[in-house]
């Protein structure tokens, strides 16, 4: 049962930067693929940004050039770093893992939730 933990979420001013951290744990893959989502209040879960296990990346379009998604393999770990946030970014962001090794953003791929971490962005 792999485990993921979200942090470093928060609330910022619209053009603020966040980074957000997601702790895998208790997993013996080799190989997988991670992503981050989000939910905003009475709308479906969308997918944010995701990356294979060599690297490749995907974005949603209205996150392309403000967001990078990164991993550490050696850490376990994955990170989103969200600049030039707004308004519209403001959702409960979710870390996920896949054992398809897909940079996708279709959520039926993704194996193992996190619990999430709130964003918030004032204007």
């Known amino acids: 049962q792999v485990q993921l933990v979200e942090s470093g979420g928060g609330s910022v001013q619209a053009g603020g930067s966040l980074r957000l951290s997601c702790a895998a744990s208790?997993?013996?893959?080799?190989?997988?693929?991670m992503g981050w989502f989000r939910q905003a209040p009475g709308k479906e879960r969308e997918g944010v940004a995701a990356i294979d296990n060599d690297g490749n990346t995907r974005y949603t379009d209205s996150v392309k050039g403000r967001f990078t998604i990164s991993r550490d393999n050696a850490k376990n770990t994955l990170y989103l770093q969200m600049n030039n946030l707004k308004p519209e970014d403001t959702a409960m962001y979710y870390c996920a893992f896949g054992v398809h090794m897909l940079a996708t953003l279709t959520l039926n791929f993704y194996n193992y939730w996190g619990r999430g971490t709130q964003v918030t962005v004032s204007s």
């Open positions: 208790k997993f013996r893959y080799s190989r997988y693929s």
